[in-house]
């Protein structure tokens, strides 16, 4: 049986959009030959989750996204994914959105709960999740450090526009003039320290002497006061109270009259006496250097001296 170029056509036709239609749904996801199990999930937001990304079991690829639309109008999206294994798992397992990297998209991982509620089925929804991927974490663990580095800037900034205003050419003068005075301190300084050292060197011997002789000054001090700690110093102290009561006693004695020395001391009788007595000693000692003839007279003969008369200038 022939069939004519537009019969032939037409079936071209035919095959090649059923292969188109069947390649489009095969990249989003969906398979006609293959019976798996529909699930869905709700999230309010999929973060990065597209079609045909995968669906994991423990790491194990089951299954795929084949659809994400607007569940209503609050803008909460429903996920339609595929899973191709038999694998048993319970309605109250999740449905967790994860991964994400810099180049990585999502995907969508069930996290099977074997004990709670009843086996799963096609059709049902599953709870929802969403795990921070590499990109949450970093800008997480990132934004407070960000924050933090954008005050440290500008911190920075404020200190430079600061010093600038400070730094001024008058400023940037007076410092130049003060590290140069500085400069010339420092050459005295040094200058100084030569001078000190070179009196050292040349008084080296005298100070070594003098060194000397404070240890020599300083072991007698110790011996010194070896010395007193072995004096009785109660014994010497009572000695002193002891005699400074004799003086005391004295004192009171003489003060009194009390004894020869007290009434010499006190009596003005006594003083009169002894004040006519050294006036009439040295009226006979003038007498003898005037006269000695009087008092000293040798005579074979017997040559009477004659009758005594007073000195001329005798004291009254």
């Known amino acids: 049986m022939k069939y004519t170029k537009e019969v032939k056509t037409a079936l071209l036709a035919i095959v090649a959009i059923l292969l188109f239609i069947f ?7 969906k398979n006609w030959f293959d019976s798996s199990r529909t699930f869905y999930a709700i999230y309010n937001d999929v973060e990065g989750l597209s079609p045909s990304s995968p669906v994991t079991i423990n ?4 299954g795929n996204v084949t659809a994400i639309n607007f569940l209503d109008t609050s803008g909460r999206l429903l996920v339609t994914f595929t899973v191709d294994n038999e694998f048993p798992f319970s309605e109250e397992s999740i449905a967790q ?7 990585g998209g999502k995907s969508l991982a069930i996290l099977p709960d074997y004990e709670a509620g009843k086996v799963a089925k096609s059709g049902d929804t599953l709870p929802s999740a969403i795990e921070e991927g590499l990109l949450e974490l970093v800008n997480e663990r990132l934004t407070p450090l960000q924050e933090k580095v954008e005050r440290v800037i500008t911190s920075t900034d404020s200190l430079v526009n600061s010093f600038n205003e400070v730094m001024n050419p008058a400023t940037r003068r007076n410092l130049k003039l003060s590290i140069e005075n500085l400069q010339a301190t420092v050459a005295s300084l040094r200058n100084s320290a030569n001078s000190v050292e070179g009196v050292l060197s040349e008084n080296t011997p005298k100070l070594n002497s003098t060194f000397t002789n404070l240890d020599e000054m300083a072991t007698n001090l110790k011996t010194f006061s070896d010395t007193l700690n072995e004096i009785d110093i109660k014994k010497v102290t009572n000695d002193l109270e002891s005699t400074v009561a004799n003086l005391e006693d004295m004192s009171e004695k003489l003060n009194s009259g009390d004894g ?4 010499l001391i006190n009596d003005p009788q006594v003083y009169n006496n002894l004040e006519q007595a050294t006036r009439q000693l040295d009226e006979l000692i003038q007498d003898v250097k005037l006269n000695p003839k009087r008092y000293v007279h040798f005579s074979i003969f017997g040559k009477n001296p004659g009758p005594y008369s007073p000195p001329k200038d005798s004291l009254k």
């Open 97 to 103: 959105v994860y991964g994400g990297g810099l180049i």
């Open 59 to 62: 790491g194990l690829k089951v």
């Open 23 to 29: 390649g489009y749904s095969f990249l989003k996801g």
């Open 260 to 263: 020869t020395i007290g009434k």
